[in-house]
């Protein structure tokens, strides 16, 4: 897990985040377009960024898991987490070098 290069985002997006607000997108989405997922806790100031690079890796072979299925089982954790389940999640244009390989690797 990498350390955020990014600002924790508003707190009032955070407050306001529901879980039905992710829509249909599924990790293969955020993998197609390049995007990060900036997880942030409602009930202490912790985000963490899972890249692209991290979701392939985390998500290998379950793609198509819809955001909206991950949310729940989401936690504050780790070292430094409080362990609240409030979480808000944000995609995230990621700029470093990513490229999906999965059709080249299929073939
Ligand atoms: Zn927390």
């Given at each position: 897990m990498s350390t955020p290069q990014i600002e924790?985002?508003?707190e009032k997006w955070i407050r306001?985040?529901?879980?039905?607000?992710v829509g249909r997108d599924r990790i293969r989405d955020?993998?197609?377009d390049g995007f990060s997922l900036v997880i942030c806790c409602k009930?202490?100031?912790?985000m963490v960024e899972w890249t692209p690079p991290e979701?392939?890796?985390?998500?290998?072979g379950k793609v198509d898991l819809p955001l909206i299925e991950l949310i729940p089982r989401l936690t504050c954790a780790g070292e430094s987490g409080c362990g609240?389940?409030?979480?808000?999640?944000?995609?995230?244009?990621?700029?470093?070098?990513?490229?999906w390989r999965e059709d080249a690797a299929a073939t």
């Amino acid at each position: 897990m990498s350390t955020p290069q990014i600002e924790r985002p508003p707190e009032k997006w955070i407050r306001a985040f529901r879980p039905g607000m992710v829509g249909r997108d599924r990790i293969r989405d955020l993998l197609k377009d390049g995007f990060s997922l900036v997880i942030c806790c409602k009930d202490c100031p912790r985000m963490v960024e899972w890249t692209p690079p991290e979701l392939a890796d985390r998500f290998a072979g379950k793609v198509d898991l819809p955001l909206i299925e991950l949310i729940p089982r989401l936690t504050c954790a780790g070292e430094s987490g409080c362990g609240s389940p409030e979480i808000a999640v944000f995609p995230n244009f990621w700029p470093g070098d990513w490229r999906w390989r999965e059709d080249a690797a299929a073939t």
